[in-house]
Structure formats: structure tokens, C-alpha cells
């Protein structure tokens, strides 16, 4: 999007690997909505764009319906052109072969040209490869994270240590609670609570006898029996 508001019009824009980041898979994800609402309002822009990957059901259905034409490489230099239309009653796509076309090797008289070609291509598979690598690392560690908690002790020992947050109104801990933030079944949070109950938590505190009625706060209690009435055999 930053290249189309900066290219002049009449030129040529190289979209390349479009089926990496503008895929059929991403239906209708953040990046595929701004693409194709792109690639839809920039043709008074007289920017002609070439999509290059290796296949073109790989491609976003929207970027491959607004194909004009597209070339088929047979060999390296070598490929058959298609005109590409699309029914606008039923959507369906036809194409229809027009020619043969060849054409230097790229980058056949550029070896200087080729060569920061492929350190660039090199350069972002690698950072690419680095976050999904990272990604992948975060979800195994996840996954590894709920399968730990799915052992009750474990799971009581998680709770130990923050057990205010599990604390419902009644001053008790709660299965439900423990179920709801960390993910767990409930059977499983009922028996870590069970296991917390031996250990002396979750249980409610009991509470301090309140002075009775008209008595002052600083009052005590005299625990001294009252005698009783004298009895006479």
C-alpha cells in the first residue's frame, strides 16, 4: 500500500511469493481486507502490477479474478499467455490461451543485479522464519503450560501461591473460579481445591466472638461463676 501511494503512474510493480502473504487461506483476515480493496481502487493509478509465484490458486480468489493475464512458465524463458475473464452474472472465471512468449532469463545480463536479488530474498525468509519459529516455540510452551496444570497438584501448587485470586465472596476457594482462569476442567479444579483443603487453605476464617449488646468496646468478661442460691439439707 506504501509503494502504490509512491509509485508514479505507467510503471511496473513485482509482487513476489503474493501466495506467502496475500494467501487463499487468509480468507477474509485483516491483511487480505486491505489488499483487496487495494487492488480493486488503484487502477487510475495506471500502475501495472505482476503477481510471481508458483502457483495461482495460492492466491487470494480476489487478486486472481481481477487478473488480466497471466503466463504459464513451461521453461526457464518460456511460458503461454491466457487472457483471464470472469462471468459477472456467476462469478465463474475463464481464461483463454493467446500466445507463446519468450523472453531473456531474468536477471541474464545483471549478475550484479541477481545477486542483491537473492541476499534480499534471503534476508526476509530469514526474519520470517525467525517469528514463525517464535510463534510455534510460544504455542508449544502453552500447550506444555495446560498439559502440567491437568495434574491437580500441580495445579494446587500454582494456586498456593496466588490464592486470593481464586477466593470467592464466602471467603472460600472457589472450583468454579479455578476452572474459569486457568482453563481447566472443573472435576480437575474441584480436586485441587480438595488437595488445598488438606493443606489448610481456602477454608473460610473462623471469626471473632463480638462484645455483647451494651457493653462497651474496652469492656472484658469476667469468667468468674456466679454463685448460686445456698441450699439447705
Known sequence: MDHIQELPEGCVAMYDEPGATFSHRDYMTKLNRMMSFT?????????STVWC?????????????????????RDRGYGWVYKHNVNVHTGKPYKK?????????????????????????????????????GS????????????????????????????????????????????????VPYQKAWIAKKILAKRGLGQPQPTQPSPSAGSSPGATQDDTPTPGPKRYD
Open 39 to 47: 487492488i480493486q481502487t488503484f487502477g487510475n493509478r495506471l500502475i
Open 53 to 73: 509465484l508458483p502457483m495461482l490458486p495460492l492466491m487470494d480468489l480476489v487478486g486472481r479474478n481481477l487478473l488480466n493475464y497471466s503466463v504459464w512458465m
Open 97 to 133: 490461451l493467446i500466445m507463446t512468449l519468450r523472453f531473456k532469463k531474468p536477471f541474464q545480463d545483471r549478475p550484479q543485479e541477481l545477486v542483491e536479488y537473492e541476499r534480499m530474498k534471503r534476508e526476509f525468509q530469514d526474519v520470517n522464519y525467525e517469528a514463525m519459529r
Open 136 to 183: 510455534m516455540k510460544n504455542e508449544e510452551d502453552d500447550m506444555a503450560s495446560r498439559m502440567r496444570m491437568q495434574d491437580p497438584n500441580v495445579l494446587a501448587d500454582t494456586i498456593e501461591k496466588t490464592p486470593d485470586e481464586f477466593v470467592n465472596d464466602k471467603g472460600v476457594i472457589d472450583a468454579g473460579l479455578i476452572s474459569a482462569f486457568l482453563g
